[in-house]
């Protein structure tokens, strides 16, 4: 280990720096920031002073009213953190204890079934063409809000059908979208007055904010009668359950959602057949 170690502030910086350089989100890192400058004001000790209780005072006062999700990830923050410094020779373990994580209650994904699927494609094609792009896109394509918002004219291949998406972490990936989508598109294109790169614009041709995109499907789903509000992720989590109800590996699945890892698209493999509930509703009410 190194003889002499940087003060906390500065390996701090070091690896905020070290975050940002990998392209981790905005979010992520502030996040990141936030729990290191909350966990070192409550022990303000040096980085090679710490040890587990430190860790566990500090997760039992400040956590303990907090949910799972946000003490998971403020241990991740700080598991990260003493790997960097593990790295770096400025302390030679990691502080956290993996028993210390919270178990995750397994909460179903909101999806559209096949009867309000059916609704959304009738109704959108009473919209304005620009919001009817919208819908179709999010139904068929299963991209997220904010990677809509970011997508360019330059970014659509229509002979191909694809999208090029730039996602998470400004890792980029390639979205398919159907023929109808590819048409709708074809026909906004053509209809836009301005000549600027991006697909969807405001009245004052300004590139659509993703506040401005979830409004469009808010209002739609307000419209559309739906039991539950309408949000534009519930049209991602359809997507995919709609793939893998046709049978699509879960590989290909996640491949087309941006998802590193097969797990985080094992959920769906789980969601009951609509077909199932629908016939169960049927005879038991």
């Not at 419209?223 to 893998?244: D, I, N, Q, W």
Request: glycine share 4%; aromatic share 10%.
């Amino acid at each position: 280990m190194n003889e002499r170690i940087p003060i906390k502030e500065n390996i701090i910086e070091e690896f905020i720096t070290e975050l940002e350089i990998e392209n981790y989100s905005e979010g992520t890192v502030y996040e990141y920031r936030w729990t290191l400058n909350n966990f070192f004001s409550y022990c303000n000790k040096e980085v090679n002073d710490l040890n587990h209780e430190d860790v566990l005072k500090w997760l039992e006062t400040y956590q303990k009213d907090k949910g799972p999700h946000i003490i998971n990830q403020r241990l991740s923050a700080l598991s990260s953190f003493f790997n960097y410094c593990i790295t770096e020779g400025y302390i030679n373990k990691n502080l956290i204890k993996t028993r210390w994580y919270r178990k995750l209650p397994v909460n179903m994904p909101r999806f559209l079934d096949k009867t309000d699927i059916a609704k959304v494609l009738v109704q959108s094609e009473h919209l304005p063409l620009r919001n009817r792009v919208i819908i179709i896109i999010l139904i068929s394509s299963g991209i997220r809000v904010g990677e809509l918002a970011k997508l360019n004219i330059s970014d659509i291949d229509l002979d191909k059908r694809e999208l090029r998406i730039q996602g998470k972490g400004d890792k980029e990936r390639i979205a398919h979208i159907s023929k109808y989508c590819s048409y709708l598109i074809e026909q906004l294109i053509k209809c836009k007055s301005s000549k600027n790169d991006y697909l969807l614009e405001s009245r004052l041709n300004r590139k659509l904010s993703k506040r401005s995109i979830q409004d469009v499907v808010h209002n739609f789903g307000i419209k559309l009668g739906l039991e539950k509000s309408l949000y534009a992720h519930a049209f991602r989590h359809t997507f995919a359950t709609e793939l893998v109800d046709k049978g699509a590996d879960l590989r290909f699945v996640a491949d087309e959602l941006g998802h590193e890892s097969i797990t985080t698209a094992e959920i769906y493999a789980h969601i009951p057949d609509q077909n199932i509930i629908n016939f169960y509703r049927k005879c038991m009410g």
